[in-house]
């Protein structure tokens, strides 16, 4: 290993061989066989030369060589001309060849042609017997080298006009004696007499070949003592590069080679001198004196061992190196391993420049040199592997890259893999590792992407190529992927990695990144702008980005406001909360004027932690190198597009259908720009978490500094404590379709971070609404000593006022507390009195009260609510009416008044500060009809109810502007009572519609309503009955004699032609002379014309989707009124009371209920009837009671609650589809709905 490796020596040349210009080592037959393998076809082959050249009979007069790595055609050629030439003399050194008999030494005649020598046009000269002459064709030179000058002359004729000779003038030429013939690199002579002048007699030659292989296969099988060896090309041979070229531009040739190749099948033997198995034999032959293959069993075993080993602890192995026979592959290719030589067998050899033979051996030659050079470093190394071969090494990469026309990966290899002063990719990737486990791994990586189309390796053919026992073999998928991360010309396409001699995308990332060390501020706008959006639009909490000074956060009892403050203006870590600066300023102090800050409570700060903010803006300039890289590639492709005069997005769009006609350079590019659309999911779910992770310290007023509990008082101020969040996101790696990763980030871990260190209440659920104990209320710093009311609107203030006290999102969470505080025993904290409605609430009044927070809501401590008569009016007099409620004029009472503005003066009254409810004014009403004080007439009826007439008077309370009270003395006066005796009419006339129109309708008017009507009619004829009047009123309609129009929320018109109206007489009907233009202009309002008013019976999702379908099928429609009835007590708590929260605020309501049941009781039969119109927040207390029937007896119950809309409202409201939503979403129970849409006559 000592010596020196002239080139000369891988030089076999079969040409310089016979003409004794070769190489000792091939010229000299000792030292030829010397170094030679002797592979069983080479034996074979050089056996039937030997013993046919000698006589024997029998044996292969034609062969044909196919060769592939690892000693080719050349070297047998070689040594057929040898054992030709020198016969017996070798007898000895080939002894154990299996070699019979030989010819005598100089015996045989030896002719050959070599493509590569050859010349078609002006011949080859040779000197023969003393004299030169000049052959043209194969048959030409075979002729004058086996047959001299005379044998020339047998077919000179044909040598010079390009034509076969015919069999016995080619075997008359070959002479007498045996005869050996070589034909070799044919196809080099075919594509030169391809390329003659078509007037030149030998440019016809390539249509001679089977004529002439025919003819000179059967001399060969004719005459005794000779022997036709033939190379043709094919796919592994050395000349493949030719015959792949000869494909695209010589088809004519190519078919003459197939004609050839069948020729030769038919008759000659085919050989592949060197088999597989025996490559490594070949090159340990021709490059050691002596291999001492007694330790190749046990470096077979120890590698076996070490793959079983490192597979068991995780290491990806490719299975080659578990099946059953890789040990003896291993032994018998000692010392090569069997990576080393498929390097060189199955992709080197891949490379048209790469001259299988004499190419593997001066490289694998320099190799081996190489590793000696460095035995030091490398002592112990048991096999000689890919990694092996050092690049770093100038002879050993000129013949790697120079000689093989790899020098375009040169760059791939010098940036990412190796070179003598190291700071490659890979040098970077495996620093601080006990081997070189990323250079080793990219070197074996780059051998094997050196062949055109190669795919590359698996990460398990890497550790297989590279792995030796006392390596780590688990370090090799880490250090391939890292430094394909970092590298510009490795890549990784699919599970393979491979190099490209185009700079991947990391080159251009790298660049770009550079440049961005020098923009501090694009990073930090893009940053900013990452952090508006991951922390924007939470629903609890107000976002205040980057407060630049105290100004900018507001200072109001509202929404809590999160303060982000900028990474580059303050940083936390938790604990450090008296190590803030800025923050305490802002906590502090508010306004341009710097005064203290009021609503303290109501303000979290939300920090970067400093330890990773570096890390963040590295992971953003990262991104924003990705994005211009992106951007880079698609305006190449578009200035490329506009080059080639073509669409970009066509163009793009043919690429990516795999379209023919695009321009290869543009297909890289949008290979690349995949691959950077692949990168930017990742660097933006990256940037993602590097900014949660950085973001995640909270800052929120703990209390009073000696304080654990923050519902504790004690002394010391206010302090700001940082505590760490975890937002909990987890990346995805498998998320990479682009999604918003932008979006806002939850704040449910801020909260949970909050209630974890007791600064935020609990959360309100169905199970646990209570989310502030009413004793907490009732204590300081909210109730302080000595106060008899507190408003909720102060409770709320206080809130968010005292640091020392727990944050409540939103003011609904208090409004079960207030609830709660009512029922608290024995007597309650408080009462809730609704000073706006004059209303007070105590324990029973808990399923009644809807608690609100306002100036004029109140929590009324009971012993002060007692003493102010903050107290429910169970009773009421009808002299304290009179006298407090009966209005003036001047000194005296007012004669007449509605029951309407008996109940609004009761709320303007100071004598009433609760309102008595309506049931109990109504008992109040009756008392004084029954004394005689007043006089109820109901105008729509004109029906006067005095003391006689008790048993008439309504049980449902009539607070309404038609229920009239007059001053007894009034009501006389006014005729209205006591009521006229009924006696016979005072007119004969009939009472019908035509008559009821001439005698009682107002002269000259065009309507009258219905009930006005009946008391004129009733004046003429005094028997009528509400019956028969009904009855005249219907006529009157279907007689034409006038219309019915229903006013209210449901309008309507009805004439005759229409369906039978479902009304007749009530306040809101009127009568419409027909003839007058009101009627026209009423005419819109009938049936069928314009959306009409909706019913439906079913489940509430199912008959708002059916009513909200039936109306939605006009255009613009309005709703006025919308009616819901429930009969059960399900469909009443978990629809109707379930959702009131959430009805429209713009609308008018009122509920009315009516029960009936009976059930027997300890022997005894109880019944109870209820009827009731009001608010819907009292239905649930007046029903308490009733309920109880349903369980032991009969109940009937009907609750209705309409719902107005003056202005209506159209379908797409907000508020009403909230209202909508949260109904069909409870879905509880049967609900029957009436859904009345609003109508407009003409001209309104």
Not at 284 to 293: E, G, I, M, P
Not at 401 to 420: H, I, K, N, Q, S
Not at 493 to 517: P, V, W
Not at 601 to 626: C, H, M, P, Q, T
Request: charged letters at 25%; a negative charge.
């Amino acid at each position: 290993m000592a010596g020196t490796l002239p080139d000369a020596i891988f030089a076999a040349d079969l040409w310089d061989v016979l003409t004794g210009r070769a190489h000792q080592d091939y010229l000299d037959p000792e030292r030829f066989f010397a170094g030679t393998y002797p592979t069983d076809n080479l034996k074979l082959l050089l056996r039937d030369v030997a013993e046919r050249l000698a006589g024997v009979e029998g044996g292969n007069p034609v062969f044909r060589l196919e060769t592939g790595f690892g000693g080719g055609k050349t070297h047998s050629l070689i040594g057929a001309t040898h054992v030709a030439k020198h016969g017996s003399d070798l007898a000895q050194r080939l002894s154990d060849w299996g070699i019979r008999s030989f010819p005598m030494p100089g015996s045989a005649g030896i002719a050959a042609f070599v493509g590569e020598n050859s010349d078609p046009l002006r011949g080859v000269a040779l000197s023969i017997e003393g004299r030169q002459a000049v052959a043209y064709t194969p048959w030409g030179q075979i002729a004058l080298m086996a047959g001299g000058l005379a044998g020339y002359e047998q077919i000179k004729e044909n040598d010079i006009a390009g034509i076969a000779p015919s069999r016995e003038a080619l075997e008359k030429s070959l002479g007498e004696g045996p005869r050996l013939i070589l034909i070799d690199e044919l196809v080099l002579y075919m594509a030169k007499c391809a390329a003659l002048p078509e007037d030149q007699p030998r440019s016809r030659v390539n249509g001679q070949w089977p004529t002439f292989f025919q003819t000179l296969f059967s001399v060969a099988s004719r005459r005794p003592e000779t022997v036709v060896i033939l190379t043709l090309p094919s796919e592994k041979d050395a000349n493949r590069r030719l015959t792949s070229e000869l494909k695209q531009h010589l088809p004519t040739v190519l078919e003459v080679v197939n004609e050839m190749e069948q020729s030769s099948a038919r008759q000659a033997r085919n050989l592949t001198p060197t088999q597989s198995t025996e490559r490594a034999a070949v090159l340990a032959r021709r490059l050691f004196d002596k291999v001492d293959s007694g330790v190749a069993t046990s470096v077979a075993q120890a590698f076996v061992a070490y793959y079983e080993e490192q597979r068991e602890a995780g290491a990806p192995i490719d299975n080659r190196a578990f099946e059953a026979n890789y040990a003896e592959q291993i032994r018998v290719g000692y010392p090569f391993h069997p990576e080393f030589i498929r390097l060189f067998a199955e992709r080197l050899a891949d490379i048209p420049e790469f001259q299988a033979t004499r190419g593997a051996l001066r490289l694998v030659a320099r190799t081996v040199a190489a590793v000696w050079a460095n035995k030091r470093q490398l002592k112990g190394t048991p096999l000689l592997q890919p990694q092996h071969v050092d690049l770093n090494r100038s002879e050993i990469r000129d013949e790697v890259l120079a000689r093989l026309g790899r020098g375009a990966f040169e760059r791939g290899l010098e940036v990412d893999v190796m070179r003598p002063e190291g700071g490659t990719h890979a040098n970077v990737v495996e620093t601080g590792w006990p081997w070189k486990a990323a250079t080793e791994s990219a070197q074996v990586v780059f051998l094997h992407s050196l062949p055109e189309g190669s795919r590359g390796l698996l990460p398990a053919e890497v550790t297989l190529a590279l792995g030796r026992p006392g390596t780590d073999l688990q370090y090799v998928p880490a250090a391939l992927e890292q430094t394909e991360k970092r590298a510009w010309y490795m890549r990784r396409e699919g599970d393979h990695y491979l190099f490209r001699t185009r700079a991947s995308i990391n080159k251009r990332y790298q660049e770009r990144l550079g440049e961005l060390q020098s923009h501090p501020g694009e990073i930090r706008e893009t940053l900013d702008q990452w952090v508006e959006d991951v922390f924007s639009g939470f629903r609890d909490l107000q976002i205040v980005l980057f407060p630049q000074d105290h100004t900018a956060i507001g200072d109001q009892a509202d929404r809590i406001r999160l303060a982000v403050i900028h990474y580059d203006k303050e940083c936390g870590a938790v604990g450090g909360g008296d190590r803030l600066n800025f923050v305490r300023r802002l906590f502090s102090t508010t306004g341009v004027n710097e005064s203290p800050r009021r609503y303290r409570n109501n303000l979290l700060f939300l920090l970067a932690e400093s330890s990773r903010v570096a890390g963040l803006k590295d992971a953003v300039r990262s991104l924003i190198a990705w994005e211009r890289v992106r951007k880079d590639i698609e305006d190449e492709e578009k200035a490329m597009a506009q080059a080639a005069g073509a669409d970009f997005r066509a163009l793009r769009d043919q690429a990516r259908r795999g379209a023919t006609g695009v321009p290869a350079e543009f297909l890289a590019l949008e290979s690349d720009l995949g691959e950077v659309l692949e990168k930017l999911g990742p660097q933006e779910l990256n940037v993602r978490s590097k900014l949660l992770e950085a973001y995640r310290i909270i800052t929120f007023p703990k209390g009073h500094g000696d304080a654990d509990d923050l519902f504790a008082g004690g002394g010391g101020g206010p302090v700001l404590e940082c505590y760490r969040v975890d937002f909990g996101e987890v990346p995805d790696g498998h998320r990479q379709a682009r999604r918003n990763v932008r979006e806002t980030v939850e704040e449910r871990p801020i909260l949970q971070c909050l209630r974890q260190y007791q600064k935020l209440v609990p959360e309100a659920t169905p199970e646990s609404p209570i989310v502030l104990a009413p004793a907490i209320v009732k204590r300081e710093p909210l109730w302080k000593s000595g106060e008899k009311r507190l408003s909720t609107e102060e409770i709320w203030e206080r809130i968010r006022r005292e640091p020392e006290l727990p944050m409540v999102l939103r003011q609904t969470d208090l409004l079960p507390t207030f609830t709660a505080g009512l029922a608290v025993e024995p007597d309650g904290l408080w009462v809730y009195y609704n000073q706006a409605e004059k209303r007070v609430y105590g324990r029973d009044g808990v399923p009644a009260v809807s608690p609100v927070i306002a100036a004029n809501q109140f929590l009324y401590d009971p012993v002060a609510a007692i003493n102010d008569r903050i107290m429910p009016v169970v009773g009421l007099t009808a002299e304290t009416v009179w006298q407090q409620l009966w209005p003036r004029e001047g000194a005296e009472h007012k004669r007449t008044i509605n029951s309407q503005h008996l109940a609004e003066a009761a709320k303007q009254s100071v004598h009433f500060p609760v309102l008595p409810e309506r049931s109990v004014l109504w008992q109040a009403l009756q008392e004084g009809a029954r004394e005689n004080r007043w006089i109820l007439y109901l105008r729509g009826a004109n029906i006067a109810i005095g003391a006689q007439e008790m048993g008439e008077w309504p049980n449902l309370p009539r607070i309404d502007e038609s229920t009239e009270l007059w001053a007894y003395a009034a009501a006389l006066d006014g005729g209205i009572y006591p009521r006229a005796q009924g006696g016979a009419p005072d007119s004969e006339t009939p009472i019908t519609p035509s008559a009821v129109k001439a005698k009682c309708w107002p002269a000259g008017g065009d309507q009258v309503g219905t009930e006005d009507l009946e008391r004129y009619a009733r004046s003429i004829w005094p028997g009528l009955s509400r019956g028969a009047y009904q009855e005249v009123v219907r006529e009157g309609v279907t007689q034409r004699i006038w219309g019915i129009w229903k006013k209210g929320a449901d309008e309507a018109f009805h004439v005759a032609q229409d369906p039978p109206a479902p009304y007749w007489v009530g306040t809101d009907c009127v009568l419409v002379d027909l003839a007058a233009p009101l009627a026209g202009q009423l005419d819109n309002l009938r049936p069928g014309r314009g959306p009409q008013p909706v019913d439906a019976f079913d489940t509430p999702r199912q008959a708002l989707t059916a009513v909200w379908d039936a109306l939605g099928a006009f255009p613009a429609v309005h709703l006025s009124r919308m009616e819901l009835t429930v009969n059960a007590r399900d469909a009443l708590d978990n629809t109707l009371r379930a959702t009131w929260a959430d009805r429209p605020s713009n609308a008018k309501t009122v509920a009315s209920v009516s029960a009936s049941g009976q059930r027997d009781m300890d022997g005894t039969r109880e019944s109870v009837s209820l009827n009731f119109e009001g608010r819907f927040e009292e239905v649930a207390a007046m029903l308490s009671p009733v309920w109880p029937f349903q369980r032991s007896g009969d109940l009937d119950v009907t609750v209705c609650v309409a719902i107005a809309f003056d202005p209506p409202v159209p379908l797409a409201d907000p508020a009403l589809d909230t209202y909508r939503t949260a109904v069909m979403n409870a879905n509880q129970g049967m609900l029957h709905l009436r859904a009345i849409p609003a109508r407009k006559r003409e001209g309104s």
